[in-house]
């Protein structure tokens, strides 16, 4: 059982940058790859940024540039940067993990591909 706790969110203004966290609980951290989602009100949760086993990142063409994901695997922790924050970014943002490494496009990827989920944290940026 893996159990995955984020922070880190809150509001900024329209350019600022917010780091978020995602601290893991549990034996199998090794073997995940790791995403962050987010999700609008009313709107399908997203994937927009993995790590996989190896440290291959990959983003959402949305925040490529601007977002970047990592992990420090001693404190079993992943990460967000998030810079030149704009205002759609505002939404529940919530890491994710599932076992294995089996690449798959970001827009492809389900909620239902995951395997355990943080509780979200929120974001918003105001104009």
């Known amino acids: 059982q893996v159990e995955l706790v984020e922070s880190g969110g809150g509001s900024v203004q329209s350019g600022g940058s917010l780091r978020l966290s995602c601290a893991a609980s549990?034996?199998?951290?090794?073997?995940?790859?790791l995403a962050w989602f987010r999700q609008a009100p009313g709107q399908e949760r997203e994937a927009f940024a993995l790590?996989?086993?190896?440290?291959?990142?990959t983003y959402a063409v949305a925040v490529q540039g601007r977002f970047t994901i990592s992990e420090d695997t001693a404190k079993k922790t992943l990460y967000l940067q998030m810079n030149s924050l704009k205002p759609e970014d505002t939404d529940m943002y919530f890491c994710?993990?599932?076992?294995?490494?089996?690449?798959?496009?970001?827009?492809?990827?389900?909620?239902?591909?995951?395997?355990?989920w943080g509780q979200g944290t929120q974001v918003t940026v105001s104009s």
């Open positions: 790590i996989y086993t190896d440290g291959t990142e």
């Open positions: 549990g034996r199998d951290y090794g073997v995940f790859s």
């Open positions: 994710a993990a599932r076992y294995g490494n089996r690449r798959l496009p970001l827009s492809l990827l389900q909620t239902g591909d995951f395997n355990y």
